[in-house]
């Protein structure tokens, strides 16, 4: 009976267990039924990415290893080329294989973007490499996103971070720490060079030991925390590491991207247009993000407990149960998540309503970017933009209602869009120097008009560039003798662009039409013959204008930013210091940006006085020693709410990491809302970039012009000066003579290398030293001594800070225009030849000033002694200085979207350039037939310009050759090459040839035809087998070598010492073909002809230097004959012009005395006071600039 019973109980409880088991089976079928069909798929899925690994893990790890510095384009052009390459090799491979397909798993990648990744493919692609890669990261950050989000995810990490600096105290200290409790460490800043104590951490030289793993920091040995991990940025925009450097780390270019930058934006607008979107749509980001890491925790969860569960899974009552629970949860999420997929759709509509401005700010972001290769000190900082733009924003009023007509919104964003373009103008050219503000609404408008799809980059490259190649040799003759080569050059390859179809022979058809347009003052307004007026565009408009009259490009770049933008954008802001103050704050320092004769020092203790702060100003010109006292003062500052001006920064290049690292540590709660910090600096590239970023940059300039300097001149004296001198008549005239000179010293560097060969900063300080002098010369003496005054002012004051001799000549004779007898002794002694320029006579300063604001606004060349042609010359220097400055910003460090057909275009001129490369001179011949001779040093001079052409062919050859092996990808491109490359597409004449070749500043296509003309006229030397009757000194390497060999030859034919001998100069005003025409070579010394002259012509009839024509800028001189002369005397009622082999006539000496650009002077006749052609710049050149 018990045996019964005790079944019977066995039985029951089987039974109740069986009905648990039962009930249990039905609720795993239940969970886990639908999981079936899809864990089905997913093991199909999975075994068939098993045979795809090969060419997925081949493409993966070549991004990972080699993609990581390149751009989003060049890393998209890798991946294809490797994809086809595994194709070609039948190596299997995912359809759709990329790095974010292969090894980005979509929960870690939303969880990177809520830790402030930015949601663009390149910042995705950087996150993915960083969580794969072995080598540590080095960030390529000039934005700091990078920085930012390596810090967010440290911060809400496990480990925590530590941030840090090379230039930190006990930084390897902070390091060894790090490493031992696992931390994750952040270096910031990195150079381009990294310290060699970091090696042993980049190279990751572990060891394992009985108690784990160590590392070996200097001589210690570390214990390693297995959660370390080391990440470094950089803030260079585009560093060149080293091959040493790159093998030890994971480069990575965070620079941000167009996709990027909009998406950023597009969250700033619409967080303060519609503040509930955009934190709805924050909200849901965020909370997706959690829901998928939840869902697949429960999964990774589920399949654990079923793995690890042993025997009958149905007795597991813990395993049931969590499955039951975790289906329930994952249910929910599910379908939360679908409903948050629906809203997010939805919001992203709403938001896609404000995705114009969002294109249009990170198109103007981009624009002030690339202000950096203008100026060291044009920098700005992605946070500083985005709160502009914020600011922007918040300004413009809100509408009440968020569902408003669609063309209600598109007009609000059409306004935002035009307030927030007016405000970054206002607010980047108040930092601007002058020169630079045109450059800057230019660049700002062609970037928009290009985001629009409004830009032809053929038509935008040949306005920045012009002719790429001569079109003149083999081409139509040139037209007409006004046309002129380079001038048919440009316009012939104006007609090769598409809008511009057979414009040549148009032109040629209305030739009188097109000549008045050339004569015409105002050329840029005058509409073209026939239907071309109404054919072109304005872009189009411009390149004929660059074509035709390019010293008129300027005034017609003007005109069309004020149409296509409006006409706010060429009307800079004026300095205002009162506003610049208003948009700072406590932890923003505000830089003033120096120009030579401009100490902004007494407008800030002029808004301190009107503030009241006037004695809680600490002011400090930093120099060698001043370092801990400012430092010292900033931190006492802070506290008291002080102001604290550094002047100079740029004397004292070693505190600049200090300033940076105080800056830094600015902390607005801990700092008094008064205190502010002041700084000036010279543009240098010392200057911390992070100050710069996050600084009110302000410049302010001396004024332009010659009333503009009158008046700020005069600024600086009242009439009780006057009544100072004993005779206040004397000291009037000579006092407007002194403040006269000041104004064309200044103003005359506008003109460039016809105005001073080499720029001088003079200052105010200069012209009142001068003041003080000749109150003392006049109240002293009876007599002025003018000779003193001359002296005191041009020779030491003044002439103190010049260093080129033919600047202290030029400066002489300025100053004794002004400070002479005749000055005093007439009625209005007349500085200039129309009389519009004299010295007043004037009884007080408010007489002297009436006269002032009369002149003319633009002064006449005549003024600083300059003729008409300099207005022409300077024009053109303006207009190149423009486009220079467009090449920089638009097309500098940028990839082509045409890149092959770019390289296509550079093989073919290389080919070109490497098929009519002549042939080496062949020294062993020149040897033979001109040894060495000491009747003849000619010879010596033959063979040395030979030696010198050698070189540069060998150059020229060797590196084309290479150039076309590395396009085709035989050889490594290295920089250099790459460098040739781009050089010879914009037709620029190459480094690499510039240092082995002669002085020249041709373009391309011009270059190579005068080194081919050059090497013909040597050859043809070699060819005739004894020296040339004449000889074409422009194809000379080195003139002064020449002209020293002629003197020797006469020396040595005569025994004369070669010291007293000189040449005696005498053009040959009777011959025209200098080559055909001399025959035979002068008795004594050399024929020679290749020079033009500037700023005046010579008139062949009455052998006489005289006034150029209009518009005719340079003329050749007639042949001259040299010859030697001993003891000769020189005229001094001739003038003596100095002769440079080219037009920028600036040069320095080389260790053998000589310039590397002037050769010699030439004394010409002349009626004319020498002064006067002193003043006007005169001087002969070897070349040109075409």
């Given at each position: 009976?018990?045996?019964?019973?005790?079944?019977?109980?066995?039985?029951?409880?089987?039974?109740k267990l069986c009905e648990v088991k039962l009930e249990r089976a039905h609720r795993l079928i239940s969970d886990l039924g639908g999981e079936k069909a899809r864990w089905s798929e997913n093991l199909e899925s999975l075994t068939l990415q098993l045979g795809l690994l090969p060419g997925d893990c081949a493409l993966a790890s070549g991004i990972v290893s080699y993609a990581g510095p390149f751009t989003s384009e060049i890393r998209a052009q890798c991946e294809a080329a490797w994809v086809k390459k595994l194709d070609e090799a039948s190596i299997t491979r995912s359809p759709d294989c990329s790095l974010r397909n292969i090894l980005g798993e979509p929960v870690k990648i939303q969880q990177w973007i809520v830790h402030s990744l930015p949601n663009d493919a390149l910042s995705i692609e950087n996150a993915i490499i960083i969580d794969h890669s072995r080598r540590w990261p080095l960030m390529i950050d000039p934005q700091r996103q990078a920085n930012k989000y390596i810090k967010r995810m440290g911060r809400d990490g496990q480990v925590g971070l530590d941030v840090c600096k090379m230039s930190d105290t006990g930084i390897l200290k902070r390091l060894?720490?790090?490493?031992?409790?696992?931390?994750?460490?952040?270096?910031?800043?990195?150079?381009?060079?990294?310290?060699?104590?970091?090696?042993?951490?980049?190279?990751?030289?572990?060891?394992?030991?009985?108690?784990?793993?160590?590392?070996?920091?200097?001589?210690?040995?570390?214990?390693?925390?297995?959660?370390?991990?080391?990440?470094?940025?950089?803030?260079?925009?585009?560093?060149?590491?080293?091959?040493?450097?790159?093998?030890?780390?994971?480069?990575?270019?965070?620079?941000?991207?167009?996709?990027?930058?909009?998406?950023?934006?597009?969250?700033?607008?619409?967080?303060?247009?519609?503040?509930?979107?955009?934190?709805?749509?924050?909200?849901?980001?965020?909370?997706?993000?959690?829901?998928?890491?939840?869902?697949?925790?429960?999964?990774?969860?589920?399949?654990?407990?079923?793995?690890?569960?042993?025997?009958?899974?149905?007795?597991?009552t813990i395993l049931v149960d969590t499955i039951t629970a975790s289906k329930q949860v994952a249910a929910d999420l599910a379908t939360k998540q679908e409903i948050s997929g629906r809203t997010e759709r939805d919001i992203d509509a709403a938001r896609e309503i404000y995705r114009s401005v969002a294109g249009r700010t990170a198109v103007l972001f981009f624009c002030i970017m690339?202000?950096?290769?203008?100026?060291?000190?044009?920098?700005?900082?992605?946070?500083?933009?985005?709160?502009?733009?914020?600011?922007?924003?918040?300004?413009?009023?809100?509408?009440?209602?968020?569902?408003?007509?669609?063309?209600?919104?598109?007009?609000?964003?059409?306004?935002?869009?035009?307030?927030?373009?007016?405000?970054?103008?206002?607010?980047?050219?108040?930092?601007?120097?002058?020169?630079?503000?045109?450059?800057?609404?230019?660049?700002?408008?062609?970037?928009?008009?290009?985001?629009?799809?409004?830009?032809?980059?053929?038509?935008?490259?040949?306005?920045?560039?012009?002719?790429?190649?001569?079109?003149?040799?083999?081409?139509?003759?040139?037209?007409?003798?006004?046309?002129?080569?380079?001038?048919?050059?440009?316009?012939?390859?104006?007609?090769?662009?598409?809008?511009?179809?057979?414009?040549?022979?148009?032109?040629?058809?209305?030739?009188?039409?097109?000549?008045?347009?050339?004569?015409?003052?105002?050329?840029?307004?005058?509409?073209?013959?026939g239907e071309w007026e109404q054919r072109l565009t304005r872009l189009q408009r411009l390149c004929f204008i660059r074509a035709m009259r390019i010293d008129r490009l300027k005034n017609a770049v003007v005109a069309f930013v004020s149409k296509e933008l409006d006409p706010r954008f060429v009307e800079?802001?004026?300095?205002?210091?009162?506003?610049?103050?208003?948009?700072?704050?406590?932890?923003?320092?505000?830089?003033?940006?120096?120009?030579?004769?401009?100490?902004?020092?007494?407008?800030?203790?002029?808004?301190?006085?009107?503030?009241?702060?006037?004695?809680?100003?600490?002011?400090?010109?930093?120099?060698?020693?001043?370092?801990?006292?400012?430092?010292?003062?900033?931190?006492?500052?802070?506290?008291?709410?002080?102001?604290?001006?550094?002047?100079?920064?740029?004397?004292?290049?070693?505190?600049?990491?200090?300033?940076?690292?105080?800056?830094?540590?600015?902390?607005?709660?801990?700092?008094?809302?008064?205190?502010?910090?002041?700084?000036?600096?010279?543009?240098?590239?010392?200057?911390?970039?992070?100050?710069?970023?996050?600084?009110?940059?302000?410049?302010?300039?001396?004024?332009?012009?010659?009333?503009?300097?009158?008046?700020?001149?005069?600024?600086?004296?009242?009439?009780?000066?006057?009544?100072?001198?004993?005779?206040?008549?004397?000291?009037?005239?000579?006092?407007?003579?002194?403040?006269?000179?000041?104004?064309?010293?200044?103003?005359?560097?506008?003109?460039?290398?016809?105005?001073?060969?080499?720029?001088?900063g003079f200052t105010p300080e200069d012209l009142a030293v001068c003041c003080?002098?000749?109150?003392?010369?006049?109240?002293?003496?009876?007599?002025?001594?003018?000779?003193?005054?001359?002296?005191?002012?041009?020779?030491?004051?003044?002439?103190?800070?010049?260093?080129?001799?033919?600047?202290?000549?030029?400066?002489?004779?300025?100053?004794?225009?002004?400070?002479?007898?005749?000055?005093?002794?007439?009625?209005?002694?007349?500085?200039?030849?129309?009389?519009?320029?004299?010295?007043?006579?004037?009884a007080n300063i408010h007489q002297v000033l009436m006269y002032v604001r009369d002149l003319p606004s633009e002064p006449l060349p005549e003024a600083f002694g300059l003729h008409d042609n300099c207005n022409i010359s300077c024009a053109q220097n303006e207009a190149l200085r423009l486009l220079s400055g467009m090449v920089s910003m638009l097309f500098a460090g940028k990839g082509s979207d045409g890149g092959l057909e770019e390289d296509k275009s550079t093989d073919r001129t290389a080919a070109s350039i490497k098929a009519r490369l002549p042939e080496l001179f062949k020294m062993e011949i020149i040897e033979d037939t001109f040894p060495t001779m000491y009747e003849e040093s000619m010879n010596t001079v033959l063979k040395q310009e030979c030696l010198r052409y050698n070189k540069l062919l060998t150059e020229m050859s060797t590196t084309l050759e290479a150039f076309r092996k590395a396009i085709k990808g035989a050889i490594v491109m290295t920089a250099e090459l790459e460098q040739l490359g781009k050089s010879m597409l914009v037709n620029e004449v190459p480094d690499l040839w510039t240092k082995r070749g002669p002085l020249s500043l041709k373009p391309l296509s011009s270059w190579f035809l005068d080194i081919l003309a050059r090497c013909a006229f040597f050859q043809a030397w070699i060819d005739l087998g004894c020296t040339p009757p004449c000889f074409w000194v422009s194809g000379i390497f080195f003139p002064q070598a020449f002209f020293t060999g002629a003197l020797q030859n006469y020396a040595r034919m005569h025994e004369e010492e070669i010291d007293r001998l000189s040449f005696q100069q005498r053009t040959l005003d009777d011959v025209s073909n200098p080559r055909r025409e001399l025959q035979t070579a002068p008795e004594a010394g050399v024929f020679v002809y290749g020079f033009f002259l500037e700023g005046a012509r010579w008139d062949c009839d009455d052998e006489l230097l005289q006034d150029s024509r209009p518009k005719e800028l340079f003329t050749e001189l007639p042949a001259l004959w040299f010859q030697p002369v001993k003891d000769r005397q020189v005229n001094i009622k001739d003038y003596r012009c100095p002769c440079y082999k080219v037009v920028s006539r600036k040069g320095v000496l080389l260790t053998t005395g000589h310039s590397t650009n002037f050769v010699r002077y030439i004394e010409l006749p002349t009626r004319e006071s020498v002064s006067k052609w002193t003043k006007a710049g005169v001087a002969a050149f070897l070349a040109l600039k075409h």
């Open positions: 009976y018990n045996c019964e019973l005790h079944k019977q109980t066995q039985l029951q409880d089987e039974m060894e720490m790090g490493i031992q409790q696992g931390k994750w460490m952040l270096l910031e800043n990195v150079g381009i060079s990294l310290d060699p104590a970091l090696e042993p951490v980049l190279l990751q030289q572990k060891v394992q030991d009985v108690g784990g793993w160590t590392i070996k920091l200097g001589d210690r040995s570390v214990v390693y925390g297995n959660s370390f991990r080391f990440f470094m940025t950089t803030t260079l925009a585009n560093p060149h590491f080293s091959p040493e450097t790159s093998v030890k780390v994971a480069l990575l270019n965070f620079a941000i991207t167009q996709e990027g930058l909009e998406d950023q934006m597009l969250g700033i607008v619409v967080a303060k247009e519609r503040p509930d979107l955009e934190e709805q749509k924050t909200e849901l980001v965020v909370e997706n993000a959690q829901m998928n890491k939840q869902l697949e925790e429960i999964e990774d969860e589920i399949l654990q407990v079923l793995s690890n569960s042993e025997g009958d899974v149905l007795s597991d690339e202000l950096t290769n203008i100026d060291p000190m044009y920098q700005y900082s992605l946070q500083w933009f985005q709160q502009l733009f914020g600011k922007a924003v918040e300004h413009m009023s809100k509408s009440n209602e968020h569902r408003v007509a669609s063309d209600v919104v598109d007009q609000r964003l059409s306004t935002l869009q035009a307030v927030f373009t007016e405000l970054l103008y206002q607010n980047i050219c108040r930092g601007l120097f002058e020169k630079d503000k045109t450059l800057f609404s230019m660049s700002l408008c062609i970037s928009i008009l290009k985001a629009k799809g409004e830009i032809d980059e053929a038509e935008l490259r040949f306005l920045l560039f012009g002719p790429t190649k001569n079109l003149v040799e083999g081409g139509p003759s040139i037209p007409a003798e006004w046309v002129g080569e380079q001038r048919w050059n440009e316009l012939l390859a104006l007609s090769e662009l598409k809008a511009f179809k057979s414009f040549s022979d148009f032109f040629v058809a209305h030739l009188t039409a097109f000549r008045k347009i050339n004569s015409a003052a105002d050329a840029d307004q005058r509409p073209l013959p800079p802001p004026v300095f205002d210091i009162e506003r610049s103050f208003a948009d700072s704050s406590n932890v923003t320092p505000l830089i003033f940006i120096l120009s030579p004769g401009i100490d902004p020092a007494a407008d800030v203790i002029r808004l301190a006085d009107s503030l009241g702060l006037t004695r809680r100003i600490e002011s400090i010109s930093l120099g060698q020693g001043q370092g801990p006292r400012a430092a010292k003062v900033l931190e006492t500052a802070q506290l008291l709410g002080s102001w604290v001006l550094l002047s100079n920064c740029h004397l004292m290049e070693s505190w600049m990491p200090q300033l940076e690292a105080a800056v830094e540590k600015f902390n607005p709660a801990a700092m008094s809302s008064n205190f502010r910090l002041w700084l000036t600096s010279m543009p240098t590239k010392s200057f911390p970039v992070q100050v710069l970023q996050v600084g009110v940059k302000m410049t302010n300039e001396p004024p332009a012009g010659l009333r503009a300097n009158l008046l700020r001149s005069y600024s600086m004296f009242n009439d009780k000066l006057f009544e100072e001198s004993t005779k206040p008549e004397i000291f009037r005239k000579l006092l407007f003579g002194f403040c006269f000179f000041h104004a064309v010293v200044q103003d005359r560097r506008k003109f460039g290398p016809i105005g001073w060969n080499v720029l001088y003080k002098q000749l109150m003392v010369f006049v109240n002293q003496y009876e007599e002025i001594p003018y000779k003193v005054l001359n002296f005191l002012g041009a020779c030491i004051n003044y002439g103190g800070r010049v260093t080129d001799d033919k600047d202290k000549r030029l400066i002489q004779a300025l100053l004794e225009t002004y400070i002479c007898p005749e000055a005093v002794e007439k009625h209005e002694h007349k500085y200039s030849q129309s009389g519009l320029y004299y010295a007043p006579r004037a």
